[in-house]
Nanobody
């Protein structure tokens, strides 16, 4: 059974930082491209950052310079460091694993207060 379990969300003041973690199980982690999406209230889900199996990284324009995605293959874990948080970053953040099919976690809520 494939599981992606996110953690690290919470309430943070604007200007603060958070590190989100996603622990994967039930898959052979290395070949999977990993990503973080988010969905704010009333908005569509959007890609925040992704990291391929080869380490190629992409970021949404809205988080460039403030976000860092990384993966530790030995731990089957992907991270998302978010700095200089703004209220517009408030959303549920989802971890994804993609290869022959996509898997999604249940999400972790990030709330940024002004």
């Amino acid at each position: 059974q494939v599981q992606l379990v996110e953690s690290g969300g919470g309430l943070v003041q604007a200007g603060g930082s958070l590190r989100l973690s996603c622990a994967a199980s039930g898959i052979i982690f290395v070949p999977y491209g990993m990503g973080w999406y988010r969905q704010a209230p009333g908005k569509q889900r959007e890609l925040v950052a992704s990291i391929s199996s080869a380490g190629t990284i992409t970021y949404a324009e809205s988080v460039k310079g403030r976000a860092t995605i990384s993966r530790v293959n030995a731990d089957n874990t992907v991270y998302l460091q978010l700095n200089s948080l703004i209220p517009e970053d408030t959303a549920v953040y989802y971890c994804t694993a993609a290869q022959d099919r996509d898997y999604w976690g249940k999400g972790t809520l990030v709330t940024v207060s002004s």
